[in-house]
């Protein structure tokens, strides 16, 4: 009697560990998501890829990463926090000014999983209503903090008129070698690849010097950089 009791608790334990392990996977898979639409890359046999920046802006980050994309005449696409964007007012505008894409990147880029849906609205739309303001036209590109959605925050961005941005070439976490750190991203870019770097805080210092050889790279590989709007128009289907 008590050892089926057990028996039942412990495969009770083991179902909601399967389903918390499974949440956990699915708040963060690239090229799925409950509702709404998500791209991780697209499907294309031109070789167009879409360098993406997340985080910030913060002064020494912007003034590190616009003079290189100039230099190379590449356009990227930034996605902004909303909270820095009001702490360093101008510089969105500075990078729109420049050619480059901005996306919504939350406000507080706090783990959007499990709050109220009004927590999620208020995310979106704060940034929104910042972007706006900073001349973008319609933002539609979102890029959740971390990666990580589930059913809430989805539904929120798809009600807010946009669409989830993920990656499918990221780059390697904490190298400090120029060489290595771009040989990882050129390594995996392929035909409509999404790239992932962060450029304000923790990476600045490597991509200062693996950003042109990342650039020069994809050239020499024959690549076209454009931004993720671009890539979507141009590439055809885009759900992956
Ligand atoms: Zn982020």
Redesign the pocket.
Known sequence: MRGRLLRRIGIGLLVLLAGAYGLHRLSGAECFQLVGEVHCRVDTDQKLVALTF??GPIPPGVEMVLPILDAHGTKATF?L?GEAMQRNPGLARRMLEAGHELGN?SYT?KRLLLRMPSTYEQEVGATDALLRAEGVESPTLF?P??GKRLLGLSLAVDNAGYRTIMWDVEEGVGLTDPREYADIILDGVQPGSIVLM?PMFGHREVISKALPLIIEGLEERGYTMVTVSELLAGGGVGDE
């Open positions: 997340d985080d996605f926090v990147h880029h890029r903090p971390f962060h």
